[in-house]
């Protein structure tokens, strides 16, 4: 007689620590919508919807295939929406992460997300041993030697393809990359310096400001 398998129970800490491991599909993905700048390519677009050809056209894709399955996958977590036929619109979340009119959210994104840095956890591990910056470690170069110090050349044998038009260690990518780092760092100041829009909390009005000095000066 067949026994029937027990169902095993997830255990709160289980669930918790799996989350973790698929967060890491969920960031990798949407950076790599944002060096295809398929938000920006929906937001500014005077058609209801695109189709996934046009968008992968469009994003430089030369198949429509893997960028359908990322797509439909974002579509799922809230980023965009999925219409019939495989189309495509923007929601409040694409634009959220347009880069096309100011600093944003996708700067951080795309800077904190990109793939220099992604590249950079493979030497994660040689960080810990060696106790030398990851970054400098994949890469060469600190990362503001990277974004600044066009003199110091990259190892043309360590660039590669990434989401970005650009090689990544390119100059171009280069300067792009420290364009999102600008324009990252100018969205956090105006997430935490007083606001021009009423009922936002910042960290200038939220933060209990006199009982931080009148214990500092203590």
């Not at 044998?157 to 650009?166: A, D, I, N």
Request: hydrophobic residues 35%.
């Amino acid at each position: 007689m067949e026994q029937t398998p027990q169902k095993m129970a997830v255990s709160s800490q289980e669930a918790y620590v799996l989350s973790i491991m698929h967060s890491l599909w969920k960031n990798r993905s949407i950076a790599v919508i944002l060096g295809l700048k398929i938000p920006e390519l929906l937001c500014n677009s005077e058609k209801p919807s695109m189709s996934i050809e046009e968008i992968a056209t469009k994003s430089g894709c030369q198949s429509s295939t893997q960028l359908y399955a990322l797509m439909r996958l974002l579509a799922r977590w809230g980023i965009g929406r999925e219409l019939e036929n495989k189309h495509f619109t923007k929601n409040e979340s694409m634009e959220v992460l347009r880069r096309d009119k100011g600093p944003s959210v996708g700067h951080a994104f795309e800077y904190y997300c990109s793939e220099e840095h992604y590249s950079a956890l493979r030497s994660l591990g040689s960080c810990v041993k060696q106790g030398k910056p990851a970054f400098i470690l994949e890469h060469g170069m600190d990362h503001f030697t990277y974004m600044y110090d066009l003199v110091k050349c990259y190892d043309q044998s360590k660039m590669f393809e990434g989401s970005s038009e650009h090689k990544i260690g390119s100059d171009d990518r280069r300067r792009e990359f420290a364009d999102n780092y600008s324009s990252a760092m100018l969205h956090f100041s105006h997430l935490a310096a007083p606001s021009d829009k009423t009922g936002v909390n910042t960290v200038y009005n939220v933060f209990p400001w006199i009982i931080y000095f009148s214990n500092v000066n203590a």
